[in-house]
């Protein structure tokens, strides 16, 4: 119990003195004369594992570009721990893309090797620890990987760093249930030992949410509801069951 | 020393229409009142659990808060979290669940028209045929 503070600053929507992990406002993108987010605001505590969830073309994916600093809005503004997002905050978050970006001629090891250089918050212990844990073999060659040992790599790419706020885009996409499980129980496992915040978009619903804290849906690129997902629970709702009235 | 057991049952099938850590709760709770899990053994850390049980660790850090409100378990600083070794608090709780029971036997005698006398009576005179 003394390991871990119970923050109930974390789980309120009230006004807390530290600024969020990630706060958006009146974010606006249009593609192509095509709207793909349109006055998105909400804003994520600290601490908190918040799914984003909504189907296919919502703009998921868009809106963590944005989030990460990928990308800039058309309209509105993010702030990343109370600073404006950009590649000045990259240092502070870890993305998980939704499409592979791993070079392919590399072994696991090399490319282990290559991220240890290039990320200045890469945690070896750390990084060896999840290895072990998501069973990756070192000398397998990137390109030999199924879909689901890459899925895993790309996860312990993304959680070796020492960033304060992790962004998984589809982290389960193509990937087998076994390796499901594996990834779920990594996660939670990371975020118990700090204060870490999580942003994960997925689809898999049933896997995910009894990890969640804090929900966040979006459908045709605007928000549809934010929720504490414990307050859904004490209206007798499951994430899933509130995902479906939302989206009926 | 440390006996094994488990903390929770082995599968525990988790209600996600309902808040996560009162069905903790209530499952620890009938398995340190029914002895299942000895009293003065020590609980897995939040994030031990929470990684097991593939949970947010908020969920069991409140499920231990509760328990440890109703008396259940002690944390004693750097040591960790154990289940306590006072049978008076063991009692109290063990009442509350007895009490529970009975209403719910009641509620379902009377879903049947009779009473929670009739219904034992009932028992009694089926097991002697």
């Known amino acids: 119990m003394s390991e871990y503070i119970l923050d109930n600053s974390n789980s309120g929507i009230g006004v807390s003195a530290e600024p969020a992990a990630v706060e958006c ?42 989030i990460a600093g990928l990308a800039d809005p058309d309209t509105g503004s993010v702030e990343i721990f109370g600073k404006p997002a950009g590649a000045k905050r990259l240092g502070e978050l870890s993305l998980l893309p939704d499409r592979s970006s791993l070079p392919g001629w590399l072994s696991v ?3 282990l090797n290559f991220a240890a250089g290039i990320y200045p918050d890469w945690d070896p212990a750390k990084a060896q620890e999840l290895q072990a ?23 312990l790419t993304c959680l070796s760093r020492k960033a304060p706020l992790i962004i ?4 389960f996409t193509g990937v087998d249930l076994i390796s499901r499980e594996r990834i779920a129980s990594a996660v939670v496992a990371e975020l118990a ?19 969640f804290d804090r929900l966040i849906l979006i459908g045709g690129g605007t928000i549809r509801s934010v929720d504490e997902v414990d307050t859904l629970r004490r209206s007798g709702k499951s994430v899933e069951s509130h995902y479906r009235e939302v989206f009926a | 020393m440390d006996q094994p057991f488990e903390l929770l049952p082995e599968p525990f ?11 903790f709760v209530e499952a620890i709770q009938g398995r340190i009142v029914s002895g299942q899990i000895p009293s003065g053994s020590r609980l897995p850390s939040v994030r031990e659990l929470a990684a097991g049980r593939g949970v947010n660790p908020t969920t069991i850090a409140r499920t231990y808060q509760e328990l ?55 028992d009694k005179e089926d097991s002697n045929e």
């Open chain 2, 68 to 122: 440890e409100r109703i008396g259940l378990i002690v944390t004693y600083r750097g040591q960790g979290t154990f289940v306590t070794r006072d049978e008076t608090a063991i009692g109290g709780a063990r009442k509350v669940m007895m009490r529970r029971a009975i209403q719910d036997f009641k509620a379902a005698a009377a879903k049947l028209g009779i009473t929670a006398e009739q219904l034992l009576e009932f």
């Open chain 1, 25 to 66: 406002i009146g974010l606006g993108l249009t593609l192509r004369k095509k709207s793909i987010l349109h006055d998105v605001t909400f804003n994520i505590p600290r601490g908190s594992l918040t799914g984003l969830l909504g189907p296919n073309g919502a703009g998921k994916s868009s809106l963590l570009r944005i």
């Open chain 1, 193 to 211: 030992d700090g204060a870490r915040t999580f942003l994960i978009a997925t689809h898999d619903i049933r896997e995910m949410e009894l990890l």
């Open chain 1, 133 to 155: 844990k998501l069973s990756v073999s070192a000398e397998a060659v990137i390109s030999t990987l199924s879909r689901g040992e890459e899925a895993r790599l790309q996860l």
């Open chain 1, 109 to 111: 090891r090399e490319w």
């Open chain 2, 13 to 23: 099938q988790i209600n996600p229409s309902l808040p996560i850590y009162e069905q």
């Open chain 1, 168 to 171: 998984l885009d589809e982290p």
